[in-house]
Each structure stands twice: as structure tokens, then as C-alpha cells.
């Protein structure tokens, strides 16, 4: 939900290199930088809180006032970039923006097919896919939505919805061009296997039992010659 903050103390750190990242993974330290108005600073944040406030109601849109080091002054910051594991699945270094919250910023949000179970085209064994599932908007960083909701449940099969068709919450700007597809409904495949019709009479070339034309005996088997006689 839009409006959602979460304190989370950092720490500032001196050193920085992998030696030094490797380190404070081992000890559930998450390392990262905070890029403000002045010059960025290196900081690390247990994982297991960075964690449990990006995957709160707001999600990755999250508002993070930012202490370092337990300090009285915060910093309200968005999530800017983050790095994954792509084995064990877990952050490995993250990069805090800090913002302004009566300034507009631009973000990047899921777009939500809701109704789809209802949709006509769907009933009838149509089939609905989805090439747009992220859509670009602007607002105030406190009004950025965790996602946008699309409504298909009136869709018939060959119809087509664009960005023309999303409604944005207010205070939001989608950004993308209103011409690009987002949702299709399209009709089912069918295989339908061609059968290959024998006029009655006629065999298939090839078939075992082939009766000859009326009139003509049936062709012999050719029958391999004999080997000369030995003197």
C-alpha cells in the first residue's frame, strides 16, 4: 500500500572490496550504498530486516528512513537496486536512493489481471496472456502503488487491451505509450489431423492384398534366377 514507512538503522563502513562484502554476509550483514544529495556512503544492514520491510504491505516500494548508526537524523529512502544470489536466493548488496517526499520520482510497477476467472472469452476455453507485466509511473514517493490492477472480466475472445485501458490511482502518471498491448485474449489451438480419403475399389500403394485391375491376372513374384549347373 501506498504511504508505508519503515525505520531501519544501518551502519557506516570504512572498508569496502569483496574480502570485506564475503565478510559481512557471513555474519548476516547485507553490504549496500546510500546515494543522497551529498557524497555516497557505504553502509551494511542486517538482512533479515531489509528482508521483513521490503516485503511488507508496500513491497519493494517501500519507504526506508534510513539512521546510520542509530543517529536522530534519517534519511527517507526507496529501494534503488538490489542483487540476488541466483543459487541460495538471498540479497547480496543493495543501493538506497534517498528522496525528497514532496518531489514526484519514477518507479516501475506490476500490472494485476483481476477477473479473469469471470471473463467470457475465458469461459469459452479462450486463452488470456499477458506481454506487458510492468509498467512505468510517476509519482510522489509516498503514493507509489505496489502494483495496478486491470480489469478483464468483461473480455470476449479476440479482444485487446492496452495501456489506454489501465486506471492509474490518483496522484498517479503512467508513463508508457497508451498504444502498447497489455492483455489479449485469443482463440484455443486445434490440431485437427487430415484423413486421406481412398476411392471405393482402390487400395492404398503399398497395401498388403492389392487386387489387379479387371482384365489382368495378377502380377508374379519375380523369382531370382537359378545359378548354372556345375560341370
Known amino acids: 500500500m501506498a504511504g508505508e514507512r519503515t525505520k531501519r538503522v544501518v551502519s557506516a563502513r570504512d572498508q569496502i572490496g569483496s574480502r570485506e562484502s564475503r565478510r559481512l554476509r557471513r555474519e548476516g550483514l547485507i553490504p549496500g550504498v546510500l ?31 534510513v539512521a546510520i548508526d542509530g543517529a536522530d537524523t534519517t ?20 543501493d538506497l536512493q534517498e528522496v525528497r517526499l514532496d518531489q514526484p520520482i519514477q518507479a516501475s510497477v506490476s500490472v494485476h ?46 479482444d485487446t487491451l492496452r495501456m489506454s485501458d489501465v486506471v492509474a490511482p490518483e496522484g498517479v502518471t503512467v508513463l508508457d505509450d497508451p498504444e502498447t ?19 471405393e475399389g482402390e487400395a492404398v500403394e503399398g497395401e498388403a492384398g492389392a487386387e489387379a485391375p479387371e482384365g489382368e491376372a495378377p502380377a508374379e513374384a519375380e523369382q531370382p534366377a537359378e545359378a548354372p549347373a556345375e560341370e
Not at 546515494?35 to 519507504?63: D, F, N, Q
Not at 534519511?75 to 543493495?94: F, P
Not at 496472456?129 to 486491470?150: F, M, T
Request: avoid cysteine.
Open 75 to 94: 534519511h527517507a529512502s526507496i529501494l534503488k537496486e538490489y542483487q540476488v544470489d541466483k543459487v541460495r536466493g538471498y540479497i547480496t548488496h543493495v
Open 35 to 65: 546515494y543522497g544529495r551529498g557524497k555516497p556512503v557505504a553502509i551494511s544492514v542486517a538482512e533479515r530486516e531489509l528482508r521483513r520491510a521490503l516485503t511488507g504491505a508496500a513491497g519493494l516500494h517501500s519507504i526506508l528512513d
Open 113 to 158: 489481471l483481476v477477473g479473469a476467472e469471470s471473463a467470457p472469452g475465458v469461459r469459452e476455453g479462450g486463452v488470456l496472456s499477458q506481454p506487458l507485466r510492468e509498467v512505468q509511473i510517476q509519482a510522489l514517493p509516498l503514493e507509489v502503488p505496489e502494483h495496478i490492477d486491470l480489469d478483464v472480466s468483461h473480455m470476449e475472445i479476440g
Open 181 to 199: 498491448v497489455v492483455a489479449i485474449l485469443t482463440a484455443p489451438s486445434r490440431f485437427v489431423e487430415e484423413e486421406v480419403e481412398v476411392p
